[in-house]
Every structure is written in structure tokens, then in C-alpha cells.
């Protein structure tokens, strides 16, 4: 009888032991979890944030003079809902250049021999390339 006391009591001991030391870890993880985060910092949080040092003011850049169209051009819009596709020469073999969206100003500079594609000039950078003709829309 008394080796099932013994055997009964270290099981006990055992439980206990392993029940109280889980009690605290979950405790320990519980206040990790649910401690209060650091405040966050922001830009204006700075209360000299609002006030800037005077500003050099700088003159204006220099408008562009747009460049002057070329006789027979005339300026246009991209017709096409989805955009149309830039290329380097007047044929779809010719590389992808660039795409222009729709809307977009153009300039139709000239219309191949065939007449199925335009060269525009586009985009604030003055570039130029060919789109399929018939895609663009002449504006007054």
C-alpha cells in the first residue's frame, strides 16, 4: 500500500507543478498580448512643424513655345476607348514605342501611302510614332 501512496502523492506533485507553471505562462502571454502599444508619432505631432522657413520663391520656369505644325498636320484625340499602341514604323511588325490613352491631345503629322497608319507627335515630350489611322479624331 504505501508504494501506491507514493506513486499516487509524486503523480499529484507532478500535476500540480505542471498545472500551476501553465497557469502563469498563459498569464505571462495574456499581458504580452494585451499590453498597450507605444503611441505612434506623426509629422505634425512637431510643434514647429506648421512653421516653415521662408521659402526662396522661384521664378516661374519659361513656357515652351509649342513647336509649329507642319503643313498638313492638325491636332486631334485619341478616339479609341482602350488606347492606342505607339509604334516605330507603319506596320505591325514595327516595335512598341510607347501607348497613348484615350482622350489624349495628339498631332497627326502625316498618313502613310497605304493610308492605315497616322505619325502623331504626343505627350508633353514631343515624341512621335505611328498608330493605326482611323483612331483619331480631328479637332477644331
Given at each position: ?43 505634425n505631432d512637431n510643434p514647429n512643424y ?73 505627350g508633353s515630350t514631343d515624341k512621335e ?12
Amino acid at each position: 500500500m504505501g508504494w501506491f501512496l507514493r506513486t499516487f502523492t509524486g503523480l499529484l506533485i507532478a500535476i500540480l507543478i505542471l498545472g500551476v507553471g501553465g497557469y502563469f505562462a498563459v498569464q505571462y502571454v495574456l499581458a504580452q498580448l494585451t499590453a498597450v502599444p507605444p503611441k505612434p508619432t506623426f509629422p505634425n505631432d512637431n510643434p514647429n512643424y506648421g512653421k516653415k522657413v521662408a521659402k526662396k520663391t522661384a521664378k516661374p520656369p519659361a513656357a515652351k513655345k509649342p513647336k509649329p505644325l507642319p503643313a498638313g498636320a492638325y491636332k486631334g484625340k485619341v478616339k479609341q476607348p482602350i488606347g492606342l499602341i505607339v509604334r516605330g514604323a507603319p506596320s505591325l511588325r514595327a516595335g512598341q514605342l510607347d501607348g497613348v490613352e484615350y482622350n489624349e491631345p495628339v498631332i497627326v503629322l502625316a498618313t502613310s501611302k497605304d493610308g492605315r497608319w497616322e505619325k502623331i507627335r504626343y505627350g508633353s515630350t514631343d515624341k512621335e510614332g505611328w498608330v493605326k489611322a482611323g483612331n483619331t479624331q480631328k479637332l477644331r
